[in-house]
């Protein structure tokens, strides 16, 4: 119980004050079932104890109610007329280093986003290129797509020709676009923005990647060590948690960069992102802030994003403010990246500001 009310204290405490706090939110789930179990358990056999479970399940309820929402599963609405679909989806670079032929990938991930029919995308961990033989993603997807007006990062790049970062589309045009960089240092990558107009309105499109744990093979292959409980696990646990302990503190900062910019928007505003967070981190709660989470307000259960490491990983987000209604919120279950892509549809009230 303890542990779970320390958990609990994630969107009032900094990683970079405490940063083990965020090892807490990431079991979660787990200390969250435990605590369960156990209210079934005094309920069963001790009904006054069961009041103790009870107590820490009220003191923890902004984390139970962020991290599950209370829908009953429903058949997808048709998209009323005039409404805006907007989806956010980490493209994994459209399988550039997961695949040795990468092609097939990328067709498939074309195809999937082209069905859906969308009005705005938001892409984390794109990728580019104009070398020749090589796939140039940003114009072909407004090609293809037909989503002409668009704002891309460009991060990274590679002599100028290869170019990685985040990136948005719009079936409407952009009146005003930029990027704000989230950190500093040779990894850093940037929040962008873009002012889209429909019809009458004016809508700030907000896109980001925040910091990853930047694992790689080999530390996929020390947490398999860990798993397997070998001796060189413990030296591998160092080197994880350390990655760990850094990128927690990253994006700590970033959120609090990402919350400040939002509440300079003039317009109506539709957040996406890749956060690589959970629902009960000081990262979501932070950048959350005010706005509505879309999959609390039109999904079900606790809504997995993240296709690796654990089966409770939501990390992958739309918010949006009240000067909006959301109609559908919908996740494609796709193995073509490690992430799955989320849908929202919305609709404008009758007030035309924010």
């Known amino acids: 119980m303890l542990f779970f009310l320390v958990a609990c204290l994630a969107p009032f405490v900094s990683p970079d004050q405490w940063w083990p706090i965020s090892f807490f939110t ?5 200390l969250l079932l435990v605590l369960i179990l156990f209210f079934i358990c005094w309920l069963l056999f001790d009904y006054k104890y069961c009041l103790l479970s009870l107590l820490a399940i009220v003191i923890g309820w902004k984390s139970i109610s962020a991290f599950i929402a209370f829908n009953f599963p429903s058949a997808q609405p048709e998209a009323p007329p005039g409404s805006l679909s907007v989806m956010s989806y980490n493209v994994s670079q459209f399988g550039l280093y997961r695949e040795k032929d990468s092609k097939y990938t990328r067709q498939a991930m074309f195809a999937l986003i082209k ?10 961990d794109f990728y580019t290129s104009e070398k020749k033989n090589d796939f140039n993603n940003r114009e072909d997807i407004s090609h293809e797509m037909h989503l002409p ?11 100028g020709m290869q170019h990685w970062g985040s990136i948005i589309y719009s079936r409407y045009p952009i009146i005003k676009s930029d990027k704000i960089k989230m950190s500093t240092g040779p990894r850093s990558e ?10 009458d309105d004016t809508i700030r499109i907000i ?7 930047r694992f790689d093979q080999r530390d996929y292959h020390n947490i398999q060590k860990i ?9 591998a646990t160092r080197n994880i948690i350390e990655k760990m302990k850094d990128a927690y503190v990253g994006r700590a900062r970033q959120a609090r960069v990402v919350a400040d ?21 000081y990262t979501y709660f932070t950048i959350r802030g005010s706005l509505q989470d879309a999959f609390l307000q039109k999904g079900s259960g606790i ?4 296709a690796g490491l654990a089966p409770t990983l939501r990390i992958d987000y739309i918010f949006f403010d009240k000067s909006l209604t959301v109609n559908s919120y919908r996740k494609i279950n796709s193995d073509l990246s490690d992430h799955y892509p989320v849908i929202a549809n919305f609709s404008l009230r009758a007030t035309h500001a924010k």
């Open 115 to 124: 069905k859906q029919e969308l009005d705005v995308v938001c892409f984390q």
């Open 261 to 281: 910019f939002i509440k300079t928007s003039p317009y109506r505003t539709i957040v996406c992102g890749d956060f690589n967070d959970t629902p009960a981190s």
């Open 207 to 213: 896109n980001m990647h925040l910091a990853s744990y």
């Open 190 to 199: 940037s929040l962008i923005y873009a002012d889209i107009v429909k019809d």
């Open 149 to 159: 007006y668009r704002y891309f990062s460009s991060d990274f790049n590679r002599a």
């Open 26 to 30: 990431l079991l979660f789930p787990i």
């Open 303 to 306: 809504g997995r994003t993240f």
């Open 227 to 235: 798993k397997n409980q070998q001796d060189s696990g413990l030296v």
